[in-house]
């Protein structure tokens, strides 16, 4: 049985299990694999988006007219968006833009006795006004247009310091503004008349003037129009800074963090560079791409050539928390990356890889499937139980039934065999007719008689027993008196309980009610009890039959001073076949059905049937038969 539940049961068991883990892995196999070749798609296009947006880059910066003047060209550049910084190389590889600081150009009139006079009023005695008008002298008197600008500078510088502010102003906001100091530089070599202008601004120091807006929208403009090459790129960035320092609310000029980038990028003192790729540069962070011809090198940031990459990224269709990046050469790339690409060419060393921190996101892309297995799974499984469970219990039964029929087969064989062989050598004896003794015969056939009582009383069980067990047994349904049946069996038991060695009393209650049943099987019942009460004594017999009433039952008991049951015997006495002692049942004629019969038919009566006994000290056996509705009313307290 054990192992044929093992086979219905565990090994297909067994291989549901195998097949469902095999199936859920191969499922998330599927997925992964799914995904990473739909991510895989996903970057390559982006990695062609994003060659394809460096080479329009490179393209863009080898379209630059050449005859554009450097300045404007950077501005371009930078103001259009194709590079954060540039710089400007001329065919023989010199900078053109921005221009490194030209030396001071020196001036005779600085060295004139005029000149030096008004400056030892200034710079020694600080007497301003003085100066102020020595400046002024001078700027009257000169004609040329250099050493004139510098001179109302000059005046102008002294008035400021000697508190006439609103006159300083004028010189510089009206006289300086004149055309024709447009052009005048200072020693520096740099532009007079945006720089007085800025002195202008710091002069006043107050936005709510209408000079001071004016002023500083001409400046503004003049700092952002990078088609006057007389301002240098280091003036520019200076007045640009301290523009920005007067007016932090002002809108920062855009060209300013380029012109940082670009002065930063020539302290490193590069070489010139030509075409190619993306590369790193001398600055860190900072990434060049250069013109075939060499004329341009644009710079990135890589801040900005990150966040261009991002916005692409944007793009994608990708589950919430995958993480793509984009990383120059030499970035350590993490290990587990889920999915990645890289460049050659325009990009070369840059890789574009895409990370699942979370994988569980993958296992519940399978998870639908996965639960589809597994309800399959758990189906089936309850299916082969279900099956296994059915077919336990008819196989049980069948064993049970076939069981049943050998021991029957078997205990017939062997009951019928001796009485019949006993009653078979009497009948011999007697035909041969060597008894001629009237008393012998007469023995003789009384011991026939009585073999064939015990034998009748076998068929009778066997056949009660083979109805009990096709349910094929029916009763009668009529009144009787209670008392009838305990008289009935009494009687019958009668002679052979009334002897030496046996001591037989009857009590019965009188006004026992009526009860419902089968008059013939009832005493029956009484007759198997009594029987068994006078087999299974020894010795000196003390049997006692009881009729009483109880609780609306009528109440049979049987008692005997015999062998007793053990309470584990007490439990199974009612069962089929089963005997305490074989030996000593068999001797007296019994088969193991009489108290299974007696079971049978008391419950077919609504009864029930116990015993109440100790291993050598006797059993009573107690039927209880209940008593109708009607006749216990009338009958009863
Ligand atoms: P059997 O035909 O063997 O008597 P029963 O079904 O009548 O079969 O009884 C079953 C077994 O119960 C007997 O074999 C016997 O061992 C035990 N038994 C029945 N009645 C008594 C009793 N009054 N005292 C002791 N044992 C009893």
Redesign the pocket.
């Known amino acids: 049985m054990l192992i044929l539940l093992f086979v219905v049961v565990v090994v297909p068991t067994v291989c549901v299990l195998w097949f469902m883990t095999e199936a859920m892995r191969n499922q998330r196999l599927a997925v992964r694999q799914e995904l990473t070749t739909l991510y895989r798609g996903q970057l390559v296009g982006l990695g062609q988006e994003l060659r394809t947006f460096w080479e329009r880059k490179q393209l863009a910066l080898a379209s630059m007219d050449p005859d554009t003047p450097a300045a404007e060209l950077f501005a371009e550049l930078v103001r259009s968006g194709v590079a954060d910084s540039a710089i400007v190389y001329d065919s023989s590889g010199r900078v053109l833009h921005p221009p490194r600081p030209e030396p001071r150009t020196n001036d005779r009139t600085a060295n004139s006795m005029e000149w030096l006079a008004a400056q030892e009023l200034e710079f020694k005695r600080f007497d301003y006004a003085a100066a102020a008008r020595a400046y002024a002298r001078i700027a009257k008197d000169v004609n040329e247009p250099n050493v004139a600008a510098r001179a109302f500078q000059a005046q102008a510088r002294c008035l400021g310091k000697a508190g006439r502010k609103k006159t300083a102003v004028k010189v510089l906001t009206e006289t300086l503004t004149q055309p024709r100091f447009r052009r005048a530089l200072d020693l520096q070599g740099r532009l007079i008349a945006p720089s007085a202008q800025l002195m202008a601004l710091q002069l006043m120091d107050d936005p709510e003037l209408e000079t001071y807006g004016r002023t500083a929208d001409r400046l503004r403009a003049q700092l952002s129009d990078y088609s006057d090459p007389a301002l240098t790129a280091t003036q520019r960035r200076f007045l640009m800074k301290q523009f920005g320092a007067l007016m932090p609310e002002a809108p920062a000029f855009t060209t300013l963090e380029a012109l940082d980038l670009a002065f930063r990028y020539l302290e490193s003192d590069p070489p010139p560079r030509r075409g190619g790729s993306l590369g790193s540069s001398e600055l860190p962070g900072v990434w060049r791409l250069a013109s075939q011809d060499g004329r341009l090198v644009a710079m990135f940031r890589e801040r900005s050539v990150k966040a261009q990459a991002g916005s692409l990224i944007a793009n994608l269709a990708l589950p919430e928390d995958a993480v793509v990046a984009f990383s120059p050469p030499g970035t350590a790339t993490q290990e587990l990356s889920f999915a990645s690409v890289s460049f050659e060419g325009i990009l070369p060393g840059w890789r574009l890889t895409l990370h699942l921190p979370d994988q569980r996101l993958l296992d519940s892309a399978a998870s639908e499937q996965i639960a589809a297995y597994l309800w399959t799974g758990i189906l089936v499984i309850a299916l082969i139980v279900v099956v296994a469970v059915v077919i336990a219990r008819s196989v049980g039964r069948q064993m049970k039934l076939t069981q049943l029929k050998n021991n029957l087969i078997a205990t017939v064989s062997h009951e019928l065999k001796t009485p019949l062989a006993s009653m078979r050598l009497l009948v011999d004896t007697l035909l041969e007719g060597h008894t001629h003794d009237e008393p012998r015969v007469r023995e003789y056939l009384e011991l026939i008689a009585k073999e064939n009582v015990r034998l009748s009383r076998l068929i009778e069980?066997f056949l009660a027993f083979s109805r009990m067990e096709r349910n094929k047994q029916t009763f009668e349904r009529v009144e009787i008196q209670a008392q009838d049946i305990a008289t009935a069996a009494a009687e019958a038991v009668n002679e052979r309980f009334h002897s030496a060695h046996c001591r037989f009393d009857v009590n019965i209650e009188p006004n026992l009610p009526k009860i419902v049943g089968d008059a013939d099987v009832l005493v029956t019942v009484m007759l198997?009890?009594l029987?068994?009460?006078y087999?299974?004594?020894e010795g000196d017999k003390h049997i006692v039959l009881r009729a009483y009433s109880e609780n609306a039952h009528v109440c049979f008991e049987?008692q005997?001073n015999?062998?007793?049951?053990s309470h584990k015997?007490a439990k199974r006495?009612?069962q089929?076949f089963?005997?305490?002692?074989?030996s000593?049942?068999?001797g007296?004629?019994?088969?193991?059905?009489?108290?299974?019969?007696?079971q049978f038919i008391v419950k077919a009566h609504g009864g029930s049937v116990s015993?109440a006994?100790q291993a050598g000290e006797?059993?009573t056996?107690t039927v209880k038969l209940p008593v109708p509705e009607t006749e216990d009313r009338s009958d009863g307290p």
């Open positions: 069980h198997n009890l029987d068994n009460a087999k299974y004594s049987v005997d015999g062998i007793g049951l015997a006495v009612f089929r089963y005997q305490v002692d074989q000593l049942s068999r007296s004629g019994g088969v193991g059905l009489g108290l299974s019969i007696v015993v006994s006797g059993s056996f």
